[in-house]
């Protein structure tokens, strides 16, 4: 089993900066791909980054060359630097983790809200 407490949401106004942990714990040796969705009032939960554990990202339209995710393995930690926020940012952000069995672990969701 694996554990996922994510931290950093808040509010924050338009054009600027948060930055999302995700701090894993458990099984974290099982876990392959890490990452983040987030779900914004009245839509389905959608998929902005993921990494897999060698580092390699992969990012929703939406949110290139704003966001940037990054992992540190040593500490079971993924992290997602969110810069220039807009308003449509806004939503809770769920971390996620995916084991070598392609089962999902998630987190209980960080609110971000970014007023205009």
């Known amino acids: 089993q694996v554990q996922l407490v994510e931290s950093g949401g808040g509010l924050v106004q338009s054009g600027g900066s948060l930055r999302l942990s995700c701090a894993a714990s458990?099984?974290?040796?099982?876990?392959?791909?890490m990452g983040w969705y987030r779900q914004a009032p009245g839509k389905e939960r959608a998929l902005v980054a993921r990494?897999?554990?060698?580092?390699?990202?992969n990012y929703a339209d939406s949110v290139k060359g704003r966001f940037t995710i990054s992992r540190d393995n040593a500490k079971a930690t993924v992290y997602l630097q969110m810069n220039s926020l807009k308003s449509e940012d806004t939503a809770v952000y769920f971390c996620?983790?995916?084991?070598?069995?392609?089962?999902?672990?998630w987190g209980q969701g960080t609110q971000v809200t970014v007023s205009s």
């Open positions: 996620f983790g995916t084991d070598w069995k392609n089962s999902n672990y």
């Open positions: 458990g099984s974290f040796f099982s876990i392959n791909d």
């Open positions: 990494i897999t554990r060698g580092g390699r990202p």
